[in-house]
């Protein structure tokens, strides 16, 4: 069951990434991201992670997602005429190089021995192990300090992008 | 059900993300795609956390997501402000600062 659906929410990902990069317009790239974070999502809750599951949703697909799509529609790329590399090479030469990049990878992925790693036979993992108690305690003792300096990071990205965004009067 | 499985597709996702960097000519493409390798990323690193049995990959995630949410906030903004001021979303346009 795990095996199915891993395959069919994994496939739904890749097929869904191969279109962002494919789409010739960014709007139907950002609609394909989004498809393609829900189905890691769906991935996410078959690793038992609801919490991270609903974030991505929620935060990722949500509010980042939505920022993007706000930005594409205020800057209207459909009226811009479509971006085409005039140095076709460039493109092929890229696709050529992560083609190589997927044949050296994959194999050693394939060589790398799961066993390891204590939980990989497929066995029960720690039942209460991605719920939102585990990861709330898990933040709040061992990771405080990079959650408090998170708040640090957002706090400039605000002021970042307020400040870098807005209209500057003439001068 | 092996960790390998989540491995491959992890990489996949990953290598697409670079191949659309590479590839792309418009920034907010190009953003799109670093989002995908973020994401790739995010994979293994859920899939090392629950067959590990740590939470530590999941807190991990977590903080990724932060990251990636403040970068898209900055990032956007600067597209704004190259399109205002030099009406072009194409990366190749924005090379003042190239050598």
């Excluded at chain 1, 092929?92 to 990989?120: C, E, F, N």
């Excluded at chain 1, 408090?148 to 400040?163: H, K, N, Y």
Aim: hydrophobic share 60%; glycine share 8%; aromatic share 10%.
């Amino acid at each position: 069951m795990e095996t199915a659906l891993f395959y069919v929410f994994g496939t739904i990902a890749a097929a869904a990434a191969v279109a962002v990069v494919a789409a010739r317009k960014v709007f139907y790239s950002a609609v394909s991201l989004i498809v393609c974070l829900a189905a890691l999502a769906a991935l996410y809750l078959l690793l038992e992670a609801p919490f991270i599951a609903a974030v991505q949703m929620i935060v990722y697909a949500g509010a980042i997602m939505v920022l993007f799509l706000f930005v594409i529609m205020l800057l209207d790329p459909f009226s811009a005429p479509i971006l085409v590399d005039k140095r076709r090479y460039l493109a092929a030469l890229g696709t050529a190089l992560g083609a190589m990049g997927l044949v050296v990878v994959v194999p050693l992925v394939g060589l790398y021995d799961p066993g390891q790693i204590p939980h990989s036979a497929g066995g029960p993992a720690r039942g209460a192990l991605g719920t939102t108690a585990t990861i709330g305690y898990s933040i709040f003792t061992d990771y405080l300090l990079p959650f408090e300096a998170t708040s640090a990071l957002i706090l400039v990205a605000i002021i970042g992008a307020v400040v870098l965004a807005q209209r500057r009067p003439q001068a | 059900m092996t960790v390998v499985p989540y491995l491959a597709l992890s990489a996949l996702l990953f290598t697409i993300g670079t191949i659309g960097v590479i590839v792309k000519k418009n920034v907010i493409a190009v953003f799109l795609c670093i989002e995908l390798m973020l994401n790739g990323a995010n994979l293994s690193l859920v899939a090392f956390s629950r067959f590990l049995g740590h939470p530590g990959g999941q807190v991990t995630v977590f903080f990724v997501m932060v990251v990636a949410a403040a970068e898209a906030a900055v990032g956007l903004a600067v597209t704004i402000a190259l399109y205002r001021n030099r009406k072009t979303l194409n990366i190749d346009d924005a090379d003042i600062m190239k050598w």
